[in-house]
C-alpha cells in the first residue's frame, strides 16, 4: 500500500548503511579494485584501459547514487515545487570527467589511478559522448537509448553510422524496471452518462525509464535525467506497428521535420510517459489537482514535446473528470515555452502551409491564422500555436531572437494576450564544462591571479572582471598566451593522430564548428578560402613573405537528408586536398574539416581557437551558444549582427569583436531585390563570383558535382552571401592586420574572457527560475 512503516528493522542499521562514502584515495582504490574484482569479474592482470575506466566510472557512481537519493529523499520530504524540463534532445557529452569536478575528487581520482597504474586522462578519454541531440537546442537541455545517425567523413563525403554510444554498457544509466507506464496509440475513447472516459483499444506501448545522474557544482545536490525507452513488450490490438521503431531513432535532422507518423508517434510517447510519472509523483503529495500548477512547472523544449499539453488536458477531463475550464486553467499555468528558431522549415506544417497558401491566394482571416487546426486537406495541426495557447510564458533564447519571434511568428498572439506573456532568455553555457573542464590551464591561472579558489569564479562568472585589472600586465599577458599556444599544440597533436597532418601552431587558428546549414554560412567561410589561397597564389614570394600563417578548422554535421549541406561538406574536405599540399601555400595556409564531431572534440577546438566565425545572415541564428565558449576561452568573434552575438559586443565592446554584414531590417528588402531585379553575381560581387569560378573549373576536383550548391548562390541567393562576402573579407583582413601585435591581440583576448559573466547558464536558468517556474533553489546540507 505503500504506507507501511519504513525503514523496516533496526533504523540505525539502515542509517550506518546508507553514511556518505570515504573520499580519500585509499578508500578510492578499494572501491575501484572491488569493482574490477566483482562488477566488471576482471583482475589486476587483464585489466585494460576501457575496463579500468567502467571500474573508475562505477567507483564516482557509486558517490552519485548517494547524494542522488539524499537529493530526492530531500525534496520527497520537503515537496517544493518542482520545474520539469521536457525535451525530446539531451546532448550531453561525457560525464565522467565532469563528474570528478562537480564532486571535488578529480585529483583524488588522478593519485588513486596513479598508483594502480593507469593514467586518469586516458580513461577520461574511453569515455562516449552521450549523444543524444543534433545541436544548440540538444546541448541546451543537455532521451533515451536508441540509435543516432554518426557522421564521420569517408571519401570526402559524410559517413553515416549508428551511434557507438550504446555498444557498451553505460555505467551513468540506470533501468528502472520497477519506473514504467503504460502508453495507448489509436483505440477509440467513450464516455457513458454519469462515468469517466474510457479509452481503449488500439495499441499499448510500455515505457521504461532509463535514469542519469546530474550532478551539480560544489553541492550534494544531484538531479535526475529520466529518459524512455519502450519496454520489452507491445500488445498491438488494433495495429500492426512495431513499438521498438518509435525509440530506435533520433531524427538526426535539425530545423526540419520528416517521418511525419513515427515521429508524432515518439513525440506522444515521451511526452505521455513523463506526464504520467510527473502525475504519479504529485499525487503522493496528497493535495487537490486543482494545486498542481502550485507543484509543478513544465518547460518545453521547443516545440517538439507540445502533445503534452493536449495530453495534460486528456488526463485532466478523462481520468480526473474535471469540468474543462479549471482544467484548461491547469494546464495553462502549468507549461511554458521556449522557441529556438525563427526559420520557416522548423515549424512544423509550415511549408505545407505556404503551398496551401500559394494554391489559394487572398487574405486569410486572424481566426483562421491563429486556429490549432489548418483547415485544407488534409487538416494540419500548428505545434507552434499550441505550444504559445497552452503555456503561461513564451520566451526567445536572444533578445533580438525574441524581438523576431513578437514581430513574425507570434505577431497576432502578442496583439491577443498583450506584450507581457512573451518575453527574453538568453542563453548561457556552463562555465564548469566550458572552462574548467576544456581549458583547466586557464582556469588555474584565473584562480592563480584573483587569488580565489575555482569554486568563487566557476559559480559566478562576473567575477571574470577581476582580471582587467591585469590586461596591461606583461607577466601576466605571457602567461595568458602560453596557455593558449599549449591548447593550439594540443588540438594539433590531435590532428597530427587523427589526419596524420603537421600543424604550425603559430599560425593563426581559425574555427568554425556547428551545425552544418545554409544560413550559417559555412559556404561563405569556404568561399573565403578559396578566395584567400587565389590571392596568396596570386603574389609573389617577397609578397607572401608578410602574409600571416593561418590554419582553418571546420567540424559539424549535416542531416542525413540535407543534400547542400553534404556537398557543403564535400566542398570544403576536397579544397583541403589541394591547398594542403601547394607547395606555393601550405605553410600560410591549411585548412581541416575534423570528423565526428561531437562535445568532447568542441572541448579540443575551443580553448585553441585564436579567433572563431560565427557568420549567419542577419536574424537567422536565434542566439548561439558556441559563441560564447570561445569568447570565454579568450577567442576573438568574427560575425555578423546576428543572435547572441550582438550581447556579446554589447559586452566585451564592438571594439573586441569583429562585425560585418548587413542588418537584420535590411535583409527583407535585400531578398525582394534578388527575387525581382536580379543582378549577375560578376557585377555584384566579382570576388565572390571569381572564387565559384574556380570551383566550376574543377580546381579542386569532382567535375561538376558542385554546381547545385554553386547555384543556390549564383540564382536566388537567398542567404545573401553575394551581400556580405566583401564585407566578410574586409572583416578577415582587419583580423589580420590585429592579429600582427600580439600584445594587443592578447589584450583584447583578455578583456572579452573577463566580460562574459552574462552567458553563465546560472544566470539563463536563474531568468527561468525567476520568470517562469517561480522556485528557488533547495539545497542539500
Ligand atoms: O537552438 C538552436 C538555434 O539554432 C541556436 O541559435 C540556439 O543557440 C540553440 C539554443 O537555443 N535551434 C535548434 O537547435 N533548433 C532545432 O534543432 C529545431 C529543430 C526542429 C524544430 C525546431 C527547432
Given amino acids: 500500500t505503500g504506507k507501511e512503516k519504513w525503514p523496516r528493522g533496526e533504523e540505525k542499521v539502515w542509517i550506518d548503511g546508507t553514511r556518505g562514502l570515504d573520499t580519500d584515495v585509499p578508500s578510492i582504490t578499494k572501491s575501484f579494485v572491488n569493482h574490477v574484482h566483482t562488477s566488471l569479474a576482471r583482475q589486476a592482470y587483464n585489466l585494460d584501459d576501457f575496463g579500468a575506466y567502467q571500474a573508475a566510472a562505477l567507483s564516482v557512481r557509486d558517490d552519485l547514487i548517494i547524494n542522488w537519493n539524499d537529493t530526492q529523499l530531500h525534496f520527497t520530504r520537503k515537496s517544493p515545487k518542482r520545474a520539469y524540463y521536457l525535451s525530446l534532445e539531451f ?59 554518426k557522421p564521420g567523413i ?42 469517466k472516459a474510457i479509452w481503449s483499444g488500439g495499441q499499448e506501448v510500455l515505457a521504461m525509464a532509463y535514469d542519469t545522474m546530474v550532478p551539480g557544482y560544489d553541492t550534494k545536490n544531484t538531479n535526475n535525467l529520466r529518459l524512455w525507452e519502450t519496454g520489452d513488450y507491445e500488445r498491438a490490438l488494433e495495429s500492426s506497428n512495431s513499438a521498438a521503431a518509435i525509440t530506435s531513432v533520433l531524427y538526426p535532422n535539425d530545423h526540419t521535420s520528416f517521418g511525419k507518423e513515427l ?94 497558401e500559394k494554391k489559394f491566394p487572398g487574405d486569410r482571416e486572424k481566426l483562421a491564422r491563429m486556429s490549432l487546426i489548418e483547415e485544407g486537406f488534409p487538416q494540419n495541426v500548428r505545434m507552434a500555436n499550441l505550444a504559445v495557447i497552452g503555456s503561461r510564458k513564451v520566451n526567445g533564447v536572444a533578445e533580438l531572437h525574441s524581438e523576431l519571434l513578437k514581430a513574425t511568428i507570434v505577431k497576432d498572439f502578442v496583439d491577443f494576450y498583450g506584450q507581457s506573456k512573451f518575453f527574453n532568455v538568453t542563453n548561457g553555457i556552463t562555465p564548469r564544462r566550458w572552462l574548467d573542464q576544456c581549458n583547466p590551464g586557464l582556469s588555474n591561472l584565473i584562480s592563480e591571479t584573483l587569488q ?30 602560453a596557455i593558449k599556444q599549449s591548447n593550439k599544440e594540443r588540438l594539433a597533436h590531435y590532428v597530427e593522430t587523427t589526419l596524420g597532418f603537421k600543424i604550425n601552431t603559430h599560425a593563426m587558428f581559425d574555427v568554425q564548428i556547428k551545425r552544418l546549414h545554409e544560413y550559417k554560412r559555412q559556404t561563405m567561410n569556404i568561399f573565403g578560402v578559396v578566395h584567400r589561397y587565389l590571392t596568396l597564389k596570386a603574389m609573389t614570394p617577397a609578397e607572401r613573405k608578410k602574409v600571416n600563417p593561418k590554419v582553418v578548422f571546420f567540424a559539424g554535421k549535416a542531416a542525413p537528408g540535407y543534400y547542400i549541406a553534404k556537398l557543403t561538406i564535400r566542398l570544403i574536405v576536397n579544397v583541403a586536398r589541394v591547398i ?28 585553441a ?117 566583401d564585407s566578410y573579407i574586409k572583416a578577415l583582413a582587419l583580423v589580420d592586420e590585429a592579429y600582427q601585435d600580439r600584445t594587443e591581440w592578447i589584450k583584447k583576448s583578455i578583456s572579452t574572457s573577463a566580460k562574459m559573466g552574462k552567458f553563465s547558464s546560472d544566470r539563463a536558468i536563474q531568468d527561468y527560475a525567476q520568470e517562469c517556474w517561480n522556485i528557488e533553489s533547495s539545497k542539500l546540507t
Fill in 154 to 195: 569517408a571519401n570526402g563525403s559524410q559517413l553515416e553510422a549508428p551511434d557507438p554510444w550504446l555498444e557498451h554498457d553505460n555505467p551513468w544509466e540506470l533501468p528502472r524496471a520497477d519506473v514504467s507506464y503504460e502508453v495507448r496509440f489509436y483505440g477509440h475513447s467513450e464516455r457513458l452518462d454519469g462515468m
Fill in 263 to 356: 515521429r508524432l508517434k515518439q513525440q506522444y510517447f515521451w511526452t505521455a510517459a513523463s506526464l504520467a510519472d510527473i502525475i504519479r509523483r504529485f499525487k503522493n503529495i496528497d493535495k487537490p489537482i486543482t494545486e498542481f500548477p502550485e507543484y509543478v512547472a513544465i518547460q518545453l523544449n521547443d516545440t517538439h514535446p507540445t502533445l503534452a499539453v493536449p495530453e495534460l488536458m486528456r488526463i485532466l477531463l478523462d481520468d480526473e473528470d474535471l469540468p474543462w475550464d479549471t482544467a484548461w486553467n491547469i494546464v495553462t499555468n502549468t507549461f511554458f515555452f521556449t522557441n529556438h528558431t525563427v526559420l520557416p522549415e522548423a515549424l512544423e506544417n509550415m511549408l505545407f502551409l505556404q503551398a496551401v
Fill in 452 to 481: 580565489i579558489p575555482k569554486g568563487v569564479f566557476l559559480k559566478d562568472l562576473y567575477k571574470l572582471e577581476g582580471l582587467l585589472k591585469y590586461v596591461d600586465n606583461p607577466t601576466f599577458q605571457k602567461k595568458w598566451a
Fill in 91 to 149: 546532448l550531453m557529452g561525457r560525464t565522467f570527467d565532469n563528474a570528478l569536478l562537480n564532486l571535488g575528487l578529480k585529483e583524488k581520482y588522478n593519485d588513486g589511478m596513479t598508483k594502480l597504474g593507469f593514467n586518469l586522462e586516458d580513461l577520461l578519454e574511453k569515455e562516449r559522448d552521450a549523444g543524444l541531440g543534433n545541436g544548440g537546442l540538444g546541448r541546451f537541455s543537455g532521451l533515451l537509448p536508441g540509435l543516432k545517425r
Fill in 580 to 607: 594542403n599540399v601547394d607547395p606555393d601555400t601550405k605553410d600560410l595556409l591549411s585548412l581541416f574539416f575534423l570528423p565526428d564531431y561531437s562535445v568532447s572534440l568542441a572541448e579540443i577546438l575551443i580553448p
Fill in 609 to 725: 581557437s585564436d579567433i572563431s566565425q560565427h557568420i549567419s545572415t542577419a536574424g537567422t541564428e536565434a542566439s548561439g551558444t558556441s559563441n560564447m565558449k570561445f569568447c570565454l576561452n579568450g577567442g576573438l568573434l568574427v560575425g555578423t549582427v546576428d543572435g547572441a552575438n550582438i550581447e556579446i559586443a554589447e559586452e566585451v565592446g564592438e571594439s573586441n569583436v569583429f562585425f560585418f554584414g548587413h542588418l537584420t531590417p535590411a535583409v527583407e528588402d535585400l531578398r525582394y531585390q534578388h527575387m525581382y531585379h536580379p543582378v549577375p553575381i560578376e557585377e555584384k560581387c566579382p570576388a565572390l563570383a571569381q572564387a565559384l569560378n574556380e570551383i566550376s573549373s574543377g580546381t579542386f576536383g569532382d567535375g561538376g558535382v558542385y554546381e547545385p550548391l554553386l547555384n543556390t548562390i549564383r540564382q536566388n541567393d537567398y542567404y545573401l552571401l553575394t551581400e556580405d562576402f
